[in-house]
């Protein structure tokens, strides 16, 4: 059965999906509070620098756990540190519901946070070293489509809850349900992850001959296991000091460069802006409290349609082409949007229909490829903590974009604001066309051997 080259797509899917529900938790953790924060700051009378910490409180865990996923998984494997990450999560999530005090709730929220940031570099990680070089890129990103499931879902679960009860009853207990309600997803994560094996990789590293073998047999079949045993073997050889110096030598600088701007990029280029204050955005252009929900709800059927589009042409078209062609569509879009607010009377349905456009446009490409290039570039001596160099990178973007959106949004108005944004998309435009590398249809080892020979 495992004796051909035959790849076992169904067992590798399986395994995918089942990390993938990390994402969900991604997903859910960061939407969650904006169905919560209205009702708690009437129960606790938190003032407006008070409420902007208790939604951003969450990004400082995630930079915390983004941190640590690395040196830990490293250590001790990237399954262990998912289990502990699906258990934070989970905790999190009980405090969070329960706590008497608002300080409580920051504490609790910040251990979830460490949670998704451990998760979300992990999740990548671990599917990009499971995964065929083949589909890496689809697989991978089935993390990206559970985040944007998790968004959107978290959408109707807080409507559901709100309609539960009346105006009292939603001050007082709605929000903790919301939040209370992540332990189903969350224990479902851990359960979930003790029925898949530990990365091939990773037990190659430790010296797990065997157990490296099996499993790769079991996924490509013993030619093929063969082959990559040895590409593995003589990879982690190469680099045998598995110190992070390694990332400064000039073959892997420009890797560790193109992860750490690529994940910076991701966020300085406003999804999460449209992400957590459509509703606002949309309000500004007329739009009334239900319609500018109904045009929240539509980003999110966007986003989620046109990640599948990614799905489907990461692994073909390949990343660079996806993240030149998306980050061009996402320049032109933000600066439409820019010109409308500049005028003395926007246009509702232009800037809704240009905000969708940007929103699709890195669906397919800024939003998965991302997380993706920073799980495949780095060597596998040192891949946890070099991604997660990347991923605290991209959370502490994602922090300074979610403090400073409101802002400057009050400041300089919605026109300056979007231009902001249009001009560091072109950036990422230029960076995307002049200094990624393609990184598609090669193994993890032959894209490793690529940059130490440049
Ligand atoms: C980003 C998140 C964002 C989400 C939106 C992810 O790739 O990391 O910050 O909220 O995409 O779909």
Redesign the pocket.
Known sequence: MTSSTHTNYGFVTLVSIVAAVGGLL??YD??VISGAIGFMQTKFHLNSAMQGWVVSCLLIGAIIGAALAGFLSDRFGRKKMLIISGLLFTIGSIISALSPTINLFVIARIIGGIGIGIS?TLVPLYIAEIAPSKNRGRLVSLN?LA??IG?SAIYFVNKAIVNAGDQSWDVNYSWRWMLGCGLIPGLLFVFLLLLVPESPRWLEKQGFDEKAFKLLEKINGTDQAKKELADIKNSIQKEASGSIRLLFKPGFRIALIIGVVLAIL??VTG??AI?YYAPEIFKKVGAGTNASLTETIIVGLV?FLF?LVSLWLIDKVGRKTLLIIGSAVMTISLAVVGFEFSSAHPNGTLVLFFILLF?AA??VS???I??LVIAEIFPTNIRGRATAIASVA?WLA?FVVSQFFPILLGKTGPATTFFIFAILSLFAFIFSATVVRETKGKSLEEIETEWSTH
Do not use: C, Y
């Open positions: 991604f997903g960061t939407s979300s990206q985040v944007v968004i991701q966020q999804i999460n992400m986003n990640t929103v890195f669906a800024f939003g998965p991302v997380w991209l994602d």
